[in-house]
């Protein structure tokens, strides 16, 4: 189908542990985001990337890796998961330019126990 | 500093009736707005996109406008209908690279049969 997936939808990882939370997109945009959402604080972007092989930081970038090596996936990785890190995290993609609109995945939940 | 701000929180209204949503944001060099809609337990769904040299822009029964000297945008829904029960974001993009996206809270929308 095409669009933009996230996986897995839910994951449950103990502190300290290095989990990897996986984006796909069919449309071959250029740009891809993740994105953290809590209460409280809104959504917050963790790293985007202009085009494969292009990364960078966005407000809330500590604790988390980000790679891209093929345009179309876009994982996220946290090393040493904290309970601060539990939340939900969206990826998104987009054209880029004055027009284009951000397309957002379906989140995955993420709890750290 | 960049901010987004929502007003109100959450909003009920009965079916039928016209409503607006608000957003404003602290700094008028923006990029393009975009408008959102949030389904609980899913991501988010582009609504409209206003680009900086534009006023306004309509789909449907929904109509965004932009004031950039006032800061402010309004999303204008239609003889609501229950299934326009959601949350809605408004988001304000500075610069090409779109990885300066700042988001409002939102509004959670509540529409009574």
């Known amino acids: 189908d095409a669009g933009i997936t996230q996986s897995p939808r839910y994951k449950i990882t103990e502190t300290g542990r290095q989990v990897t939370l996986m984006c796909h997109q069919t449309?071959?945009?250029?740009?891809m985001f993740w994105y953290r959402q809590d209460l409280g604080h809104g959504l917050r972007l963790i790293y985007y990337?202009?085009?494969?092989?292009?990364?960078d930081k966005g407000e809330v970038p500590d604790g988390y890796v980000v790679s891209r090596s093929k345009t179309e996936n876009f994982p996220l990785t946290l090393e040493s998961a904290t309970r601060s890190q539990t939340s939900v995290y969206f990826c998104a993609s987009s054209w880029g330019g004055r027009g284009s609109p951000l397309h957002f995945g379906n989140g995955t939940r993420l709890t750290v126990t | 500093k960049q901010e987004v701000t929502q007003i109100p929180a959450a909003l009920s209204v009965p079916e039928g009736e016209n409503l607006v949503l608000n957003c404003s944001f602290t700094?008028?060099?923006?990029?393009?707005l975009q408008w959102f809609r949030q389904d609980p337990g899913k991501g988010l769904t582009s609504l409209l996109l206003?680009?900086?040299?534009?006023r306004e822009q309509t789909s449907g029964r929904l109509n965004a406008s932009l004031d950039k000297s006032s800061g402010r945008s309004t999303l204008y829904i239609a003889a609501s209908q229950p299934g326009d029960s959601a949350t809605y974001l408004c988001?304000?993009?500075?610069?090409?690279?779109?990885?300066?996206?700042?988001f409002g809270k939102g509004t959670k929308l509540s529409v009574k049969p």
């Open positions: 206003i680009q900086s040299s534009q």
């Open positions: 449309w071959s945009h250029s740009y």
């Open positions: 988001a304000a993009s500075y610069g090409g690279s779109q990885g300066n996206l700042i």
């Open positions: 990337s202009a085009a494969a092989d292009i990364t």
């Open positions: 700094d008028s060099a923006i990029y393009n």
